[in-house]
């Protein structure tokens, strides 16, 4: 198994996308990237620790090959707006990949060079190496499949995790 951290906006709509993909086995929503041990939600909300809003996915990449899985992370979200993903602005929206090995961040950067004919604007995502991540507060795991009825939820997550699925409806179990 092999873990990796990824941020594309708020996590919730990052994490829905990742559940139930085969060869996936864990998407925790956390925090990373910033300087501030242990940091809350409205710490990072308050843009006060350079942390972005990620998902650690624990993955197989026998069974999800890891530019596969890259791939489908970049169709949950918009990697050319900087610092944002629609109306959620600020840094901790960034879009990043956080690698932990060269493996990861060469593949990331393959990934992102091969994607990048798909788009006008160009993709500004992070690739850092990982040097930390805090798990977030137990509310927020699982929040779309618990909350569904959340009007957040509706009106952004759900398209999102919609468009994921019919393009990569293959990867689902």
Not at 11 to 40: H, M, Q
Not at 123 to 134: A, G, K, M, Q
Request: aromatic fraction near 12%.
């Amino acid at each position: 198994m092999e873990q990796i951290v990824l941020g594309g906006g708020c996590f919730w709509c990052v994490e829905g996308a990742f559940k139930d993909l085969r060869g996936v086995s864990e998407v925790i929503s956390g925090y990373s990237g910033g300087d501030v041990e242990n940091p809350t939600y409205e710490q990072v909300c308050g843009k006060r620790t350079g942390h972005a809003e990620v998902v650690r996915v624990t993955f197989d990449p026998n069974v999800i090959p890891r530019r596969i899985l890259l791939e489908v992370f970049f169709t949950c979200h918009n990697p050319t707006q900087l610092n944002r993903q629609g109306n959620d602005i600020g840094p901790q929206y960034r879009s990043c990949i956080f690698y932990s090995n060269d493996e990861q961040k060469q593949d990331a950067e393959a990934v992102i060079e091969y994607l990048q004919q798909n788009f006008v604007d160009d993709i500004v995502t992070e690739v850092s190496p990982l040097i930390n991540f805090y798990v977030a507060e137990d509310y927020h795991h699982d929040y779309y499949a618990i909350n569904p009825q959340n009007p957040y939820c509706q009106v952004v997550i759900r398209p999102k995790i919609a468009k994921v699925r019919a393009k990569h409806a293959h990867l689902y179990e």
